[in-house]
């Protein structure tokens, strides 16, 4: 409590900070809806289900600088943390992920810090996402800042199994039955079988509607 108590005191350097990540989180979120309103109007189709944006809580942000071994101030909070905006885009298909993560990372004012692929080389537990960091530039009265945000990029399957993930985490405080985790790790091999499955009848239905529409005299496109 005292920690988030000194991050407050600060309160104009707090106010500014936080305003300069909430700017950038709605940058992010304005892009992953303007490449999907591009798809829907070009292609008649939209690879994103949702997007998700959120900011750390201050005693989100404090706990996160302790577990790392930081002093609590906002300077540390600026350097060390990455994830304090965060976007999450939820998509059909393994492949929409890629695409969009290709996308997102080749706009001119975008630049990709590092990215973590879980999807290729999930954690131990199962969990799987595509997680970039990037800087976007912030502009200013006074000039131009350059602000991290945390882009996580999932299927819906994906995303379902992380919530579970997460509630059973929050509930155990990292301490829960191992019959459950091993549930939990089944539950992600589903998940995978789930989205290969899904993405297979989506290329057949696609290929069969194709097909008739040939067989009429008409094209079409899709994924």
């Not at 809806?33 to 292609?43: G, T």
Request: net charge negative; hydrophobic share 35%.
């Amino acid at each position: 409590m005292d920690n988030i108590l000194k991050l407050k005191e600060q309160a104009d350097e707090w106010s500014d900070t936080m305003f300069l990540y909430e700017s950038a989180l709605k940058q992010m979120t304005m892009k992953a809806e303007m490449l999907n309103d591009e798809f829907l109007h070009r292609y008649r189709d939209n690879p994103i289900e949702h997007i998700k944006s959120r900011l750390k809580t201050a005693e989100s942000i404090v706990r996160k600088l302790k577990n790392d071994g930081y002093e609590v101030t906002i300077e540390n909070m600026k350097n060390h943390l990455s994830d304090i905006a965060g976007v999450r885009i939820i998509c059909s298909y393994t492949s929409d992920i890629y695409t969009i993560a290709d996308m997102l990372g080749r706009q001119e004012d975008v630049t990709v810090l590092y990215v973590k692929d879980y999807i290729r080389r999930p954690k131990p537990n199962g969990y799987k996402s595509y997680h970039m960091v990037v800087s976007v530039p912030v502009y200013l009265s006074d000039g131009r800042r350059d602000v991290r945000v945390e882009v996580q990029i999932r299927s819906v399957a994906m995303d379902f199994w992380a919530s579970l993930e997460h509630k059973i985490a929050y509930k155990f405080e990292g301490d829960a039955p191992e019959a459950l985790l091993k549930d939990l790790k089944a539950c992600a091999d589903m998940v995978d079988m789930l989205d290969n499955k899904m993405y297979s009848l989506n290329k057949a239905i696609l290929a069969i509607a194709e097909e008739r529409k040939q067989e009429r005299g008409e094209s079409t496109s899709g994924r």
